[in-house]
Structures are given as C-alpha cells and as structure tokens.
C-alpha cells in the first residue's frame, strides 16, 4: 500500500468515525433529530480534529509541539483541539446551513457549539486518541496481536529488522550532561515515528541510543518499504536541520542496519506483556550495525535480504562489500552499503559521480557500544 493509499485510508476511517459519531450524538442527545445533519457536523469536527491528531493536518506545528516540556505539551496540546474541534463545528455548521439542513435557522445559529456538543466531541475524541495513542506506543501489528492473543504460544514467522542507531550520543552526553542529552535522544526518537507510520513500520523498542523497527518481511519489502522509510528518516532530519542546530547545537546522525528472516515470535510478561522476536536474524541484525562502525559505513543491508527487495529507487546506491564473518554466525554473510542521497531544498539534488549520500555526510563515530539482540 502507497503512501497516498494509507493516507486515503486514514481520512476514509475518520469520515466514518465522524459519522457514527454524529449518529450517536443524534440519537442519545438529540432524540432522533436531524440525523443527517449531525453526520455532517460530526464528519466536520472528526475530520479537523482527527486529522491533526494523526498528522494530516498541521503536521509541522504538531511536530514543533513535540519537543515542548511534557505539561506545556499536553496543554497546548488539548488548546488546539478544542479549537479544532470549534473550527469543525464552523465548517460543518456552514456546510449544513448552506445546503438548506438547518430550515430557517441564521448562519450564527448553525455555526454555534452547543455545551453538550462540546462535551460529546471532547469525549469521542478522547476515546479515540486514547486507543490511537495506546496502539501507537505498542505498535500496530503488537496492538492488533495482543488484543487476538496470536502469540500466547510462540509463533515462527518471517520478519525484517532495521536497527538504527544515534551517532555520537555518548560525546553528546559527554558534553551536555545526561538529562540534555536525553532530551536531545527523546526528540529524535519522536522524530522516528512519521516516516515509521508512514511505510507501515513498528518501532519495537528503543534500547539505549538504538531503535528497533520491524516489519513482516513480505511487507517491508513490498516496494522496499523498509529502505523508503529510511530514506524518509535522512530527509526528514536534513529538511528540519535548522531547526535541529538551533534546539541541540547539531543536526542527528545515524547508522543503520537490515537484515530479515525466519524469527519465532511470543508473548512474554506477566504484569507487562511484551511480544519478543527470539532466533539469530535478530542477533544478526545487531551484529551488522555494529560491524557498520568498523566498516565506517553509514547503513549495511545484508545481501540476503537485498535479494528479496524489488529494483531500488535511484536515490539509493548500493556498494557490494563482500563476505564479512558474524560474530555468533558459523557462516560468513555477504552485506553491501547503502548510499542514499537526498535532495532539499538547502541542498539541490545532484546527480551522478557529484551525489554525495547524507548518510555519510553525517555519520559521526562515537565510543563503541556492545551489541543488542535477541537469544
């Protein structure tokens, strides 16, 4: 699924929420009244509110938002959907007033916020933020899972890995001490999860300055999902960079690593449930981002899962490297690197022999970290 498709699918779901929502409002509050024209008015404020809360609206002053302190984040937060769900109630009001739904009423009558309105919305869209929240933090596939009980008993399955570590965090905290920089790590892993959503990905766990991303393998795959969403990490990160230099003095580095296959898959945890991804895909995978420092290379992809991808997108070289021996691995793995370029507007896309990779343009080494995988 493209990313304009996923995008269509969104708002296609928060038309229909908005629908059922006005529907219930029209039959709990309203005594039947008007059905339609609550539909309206619901689709109005679902459409607006919803919207921004999943970033389809606003995204850059929603992403501004995220790096506030956590209270001036939740209020300035809940300020802008009340005005949002207001800005609904006057789209959705005008849309009804015009169309000739609202009988004899004035335009200031239609576009007016009943109080009992306002609670309703404020409570549908709590609910549904809450569970969006809910499922963004265990991740879609890990939410959808642990509601159906898949993996009360392990599972084997194909899977596909990216792991993606902070450059130059350790001399970050060196020189800024620890609560800096985790502030400054915070904000990139938040800054993770657009490009993560966006190409269907789950961010499985964050370990130290390194975030686990996941996908099933047929599905990271499909139109190299898993390498678009790093590509769409670097531009992210080069596109904010003022931004970024301005708040923390520099602009995130990073490398990375992919590698996929046959893993066994469990719920874990008593108190807190957990799905863990066990077998040596896992293991090798942290392997590989850390023989990407030795290498001095930014982002590693092993050949194995390099077989399984369709044709590359131009803004991504590949640079076959060899059989390298894995440490826990009887046998060596053929890798190649990644070169991704990326064009912005700062710095116009170049073609040819002149492209220069971001990827290393912003690799940075820091103080090695041991490796992190699964038993």
């Known amino acids: 699924m493209s990313v304009r498709s996923k995008n269509f699918s969104l708002w296609l779901s928060i038309i229909v929420i908005g629908a059922l929502a006005g529907i219930g409002y029209n039959l709990l509050l309203r005594a039947g009244d008007r059905p339609f024209v609550a539909m309206v008015y619901g689709v109005a404020i679902c459409c607006c509110a919803l919207g921004y809360e999943r970033g389809l609206l606003l995204g850059g002053l929603r992403r501004r938002l995220r790096r506030l302190p956590s209270l001036a984040y939740i209020l300035a937060s809940e300020l802008i959907l009340a005005g949002l769900v207001l800005a609904g109630t006057v789209i959705g009001g005008s849309v009804a007033w015009a169309a000739g739904l609202l009988g004899k009423a004035s335009w200031i009558e239609a576009v007016s916020m009943r109080l009992d309105a306002t609670v309703y919305s404020?409570?549908?869209?709590?609910?549904?933020?809450?569970?969006?929240?809910?499922?963004?933090?265990?991740g879609a596939d890990v939410f959808r899972n642990l509601l159906l009980g898949r993996y009360h008993r392990?599972?084997?399955?194909?899977r596909l890995f990216l792991f993606i570590d902070i450059a130059g965090s350790t001399a970050y905290a060196e020189s800024h001490g620890d609560l800096r920089a985790q502030e400054y790590l915070g904000a990139i892993f938040a800054a993770f999860a657009d490009p993560v959503r966006r190409h269907r990905g789950v961010i499985d766990d964050y370990i130290g300055d390194l975030a686990i991303i996941s996908w099933p393998l047929r599905q990271g795959a499909q139109q190299a999902r898993c390498l678009l969403c790093l590509v769409d990490v670097y531009r992210q990160f080069a596109d904010d960079a003022p931004a970024w230099r301005k708040d923390f003095g520099q602009v995130p580095s990073f490398r990375a690593a992919l590698h996929g296959g046959p893993i066994v898959t469990a719920e874990i945890g008593v108190d807190r449930h957990k799905i863990a991804y066990f077998g040596d895909v896992v293991n090798t995978t942290a392997r590989l981002e850390a023989l990407s420092r030795s290498l001095n290379e930014?982002?590693?992809?092993?050949?194995?899962?390099?077989?399984?991808?369709p044709p590359l997108p131009p803004s991504i070289g590949i640079r076959p490297l060899g059989q390298h021996a894995i440490r826990g691995r009887d046998q060596s793995l053929a890798i190649s690197a990644l070169d991704i370029a990326?064009?912005?507007e700062a710095a116009p896309r170049r073609t040819g022999a002149d492209r220069k990779p971001l990827a290393r343009n912003l690799a940075r080494?820091?103080?090695?970290r041991s490796a992190v995988g699964a038993s």
């Open 365 to 368: 080494r820091h103080r090695p």
């Open 298 to 309: 930014p982002a590693l992809i092993s050949d194995e899962l390099l077989t399984r991808l």
């Open 154 to 158: 392990p599972a084997q399955e194909e």
């Open 122 to 138: 404020l409570i549908i869209i709590a609910c549904f933020v809450f569970v969006a929240r809910m499922r963004d933090l265990l």
């Open 342 to 344: 990326i064009a912005t």
